[in-house]
């Protein structure tokens, strides 16, 4: 069939432009593809087929019965000679070599590309030995009694002797009185010991590895392995290098699907037990070439349906800009921008609206290499662009974790500030209603200036409070550890949490952020305590009446953690 060049042109000028549309998330980008050279390249694939041996073993209980296909030997050198003379045996069949041709002549190309199995050999070679453990008795000393059929008496524990009761009148008192005496024991009539229960007073048990065969036969059964090796052959020798590289990125064993393939020779070795193949096979190729931002890009691209080998960074340049606002936003903003994360959701969404670089971050996930990647993306971009988005990445989404981090534990010490109040002001409000000395209390103006009065006061805070606030900020930091998941996924795709996940930005403590937020709240209370004037105002300003008000609500609310069984 003739080759049309124009006509493959114009084809890989369609995967092209399917490919930038698919891999990035420019709708509308068009460019020219100039045509430098395509051709139908020949060369020859040489198949080579080796035989060898496999002996698979396992071992079952007991004696086989030898028989015309069933060979059974007692002695272990007798064994491995017979499975050395079978195995030469098998492979030295006057048709092995013909099963593995007629094998290969009647399948496709590349059906065979791994080690199978041909043939099986028609006898069983076993070997009969006597059991390890039990050295053929099929027995074995009881491990309760160690052999000795005797064991402890469970009834007297070994003593002999069991102790009995009785009541005894006494004349003198006109009283009854118990009296222990002892006697023989008549479970095992005052020796102290009686027959094993395991063992039944034999000594011996059932040996568990033989089952009480007292033998074991390891069966081997013997297969003629035929084994692989495709190589290229080429008709000169300066060969330019993109040429093996796309065969043997398409697979030596799959280049029928991508080209044509047919068989021209193939021969027997019998004296080295192997097989020779060789087929003669064409291959499309095509370069073409394009500016691209002033940017000089050459395309290699193989195959009846045109697969992309290289496209000399493309992606990079066409996702340049979205690169760059990411090392930006990576390496100047996040540290010094509190929402960072919040500022940089359009920037990370624009990112990973790009299908290549979403396959980039699963693959990192995969444990994939920076030049494992990149030859995965058909080097459409460099292992820089890899590795600097990657760090970018890295940098923007720490960074939202640790202001989120701040952020949400000052959140809490506000709201552990707002409960102390609460229980505070209700606490002292019961306490002067009922006449009690209060459990929780607000300071008088010169409490501050008495630490013992203060700390004793703080120390009986936080043993009413102190586990209330605890609970209450470790769901707190529940809530933001799904937060910030919600916005990895938000900002991203799912590949992004999975990328975060795979190398531990998602992992958010929540029991010392908790502890921490508590003495933090205990701090806040320690540098501006809650103070009550004379005239029943809070801090002098607001009256206490109207904090009440909204204190008996928060109480309410916090009443339900009392049914927690920490308390």
């Known amino acids: 069939m003739t080759f049309d060049k124009e006509q493959y042109h114009q084809h890989c000028k369609q995967v092209i432009d399917l490919y930038i ?16 050279e395509a051709y139908q390249y020949q060369f ?96 074995i000393n009881c491990s309760t009694c160690h052999g000795s059929g005797k064991s402890t008496c469970g009834y007297c524990s070994g003593s002999g002797q069991t102790q009995k009761s009785r009541q005894r009148h006494d004349a003198y008192n006109n009283q009854y ?48 392995v035929a084994t692989p090796k495709y190589s290229l052959i080429f008709p000169q020798e300066d060969v330019p290098k993109y040429i093996p590289d796309a065969l043997y990125q398409a697979g030596l064993h799959n280049l029928a699907q991508h080209g044509n393939v047919s068989l021209h020779m193939h021969e027997q070795y019998p004296d080295i037990l192997a097989m020779q193949f060789a087929y003669s096979a064409t291959m499309n190729f095509a370069r073409s070439q394009s500016n691209i931002k002033d940017y000089h890009i050459t395309w290699i691209l193989y195959g009846d349906q045109p697969q ?84 970018a990445l890295l940098k923007i989404i720490t960074s939202a974790r640790r202001w989120s981090l701040l952020k949400w534990m000052l959140l809490c010490v506000v709201i552990g500030y707002v409960l102390y109040t609460s229980q505070a002001i209700t606490e002292l409000y019961y306490a002067q209603q009922y006449h009690y000395s209060a459990k929780v209390f607000a300071f008088s103006d010169d409490a501050f200036k008495n630490l013992s009065v203060f700390f004793d006061n703080l120390v009986g805070m936080s043993k009413y409070i102190g586990l209330k606030l605890l609970i209450t900020f470790y769901v707190l930091f529940f809530i933001r550890r799904m937060y910030f ?30 502890i921490v937020a508590v ?41 339900y953690l009392n049914y927690l069984k920490f308390f």
């Open 485 to 514: 998941r919600s916005w990895l996924k938000r900002a991203g795709t799912v590949r992004l949490y999975w990328w975060s996940n795979y190398f531990s930005l998602t992992v958010c403590r929540r029991l010392m952020p908790a």
């Open 308 to 391: 992309i080998l290289e496209s000399s960074n493309v992606l990079e340049v066409l996702l340049q800009k979205d690169l760059d606002d990411l090392i930006y936003r990576g390496q100047y903003l996040p540290r010094s921008l509190p929402f960072s994360g919040f500022l940089n959701t359009k920037t990370i969404q624009k990112f990973t609206e790009s299908e290549i670089n979403q396959i980039m971050l699963e693959k990192q996930c995969e444990g994939k290499t920076i030049p494992q990647v990149r030859e995965h993306l058909q080097r459409s971009v460099s292992e820089e662009y890899i590795a600097q988005s990657s760090n």
């Open 177 to 224: 009185r118990t009296e222990y005496y002892y006697e023989s024991c008549h479970y095992c009539w005052g020796s102290g010991r009686s027959n094993c229960s395991p063992c039944h007073g034999s000594g011996k048990v059932q040996c568990h590895t033989c089952e009480g065969t007292a033998y074991i036969t390891e069966v081997s059964t013997i297969y003629t």
């Open 21 to 36: 549309k698919d891999s990035t998330r420019l709708e509308h980008f068009n460019f020219n593809v100039d045509l430098i």
């Open 44 to 139: 020859d694939v040489a198949l080579t087929v080796h035989l060898s041996s496999r002996i698979d073993s396992y071992r079952r209980i007991g004696t086989v019965q030898a028989n015309e296909y069933t060979l059974v030997y007692l002695d272990h050198y007798a064994y491995h000679d017979a499975l050395k003379h079978h195995s030469s045996a098998e492979l030295n069949r006057s048709n092995a070599l013909s099963d593995v041709e007629y094998r290969v002549l009647t399948s496709p190309y590349g059906t065979l590309h791994q080690a199978i199995e041909v043939h099986q050999y028609d006898k069983n070679i076993c070997h009969t030995y006597e059991c390890d453990v039990c050295h053929g008795h099929g027995r």
């Open 519 to 559: 003495l933090l709240t205990f701090a806040a209370i320690y540098f501006a305590p809650l103070t009550l004037d004379a005239s029943n105002k809070v801090w002098g300003l607001i009256p206490a009446d109207i904090i009440l008000d909204y204190s008996m609500k928060i109480q309410q609310w916090l009443s």
